[in-house]
Nanobody
Framework: QVQVVESGGGWVQAGGSLRLSCAAS????????MGWHRQASGNQRDLVAT???????FYPGSEKGRFTISRGNADNTIHLQMDNLKTEDAGVYYC??????????????WGQGTQVNISS
């Protein structure tokens, strides 16, 4: 079993910055990718950014250029640096961890989420 814990949410004014962190823990886990997803009230959970075990990053939406996903100094940790925040960036941010078992099967684990609120 893998535990995923997010931190760093809170209130910020539009144009400001926040840094989210995610830590994954478990016995002998082999992480393939880690990523951040955002769920605004009543909406689906959308991918914001992802990073592979080799450090490749992907930003599918308008966050590219404003958000930066990176690996932390500690094993199995990532950060999401969010700059020039907009009101539409508000929501619950979830960390997703994809692992591969010894048999090659992929598993997904999610954290409980951290709330990001942005005032105009």
């Amino acid at each position: 079993q893998v535990q995923v814990v997010e931190s760093g949410g809170g209130w910020v004014q539009a144009g400001g910055s926040l840094r989210l962190s995610c830590a994954a823990s478990g016995d002998s886990i082999s992480i393939v990718t880690m990523g951040w997803h955002r769920q605004a009230s009543g909406n689906q959970r959308d991918l914001v950014a992802t990073i592979t075990s080799t450090g490749s990053t992907f930003y599918p939406g308008s966050e590219k250029g404003r958000f930066t996903i990176s690996r932390g100094n500690a094993d199995n940790t990532i950060h999401l640096q969010m700059d020039n925040l907009k009101t539409e960036d508000a929501g619950v941010y979830y960390c997703r961890v994809t692992t591969r078992s010894q048999t090659g099967r992929l598993y997904e684990y999610w954290g409980q989420g951290t709330q990001v609120n942005i005032s105009s």
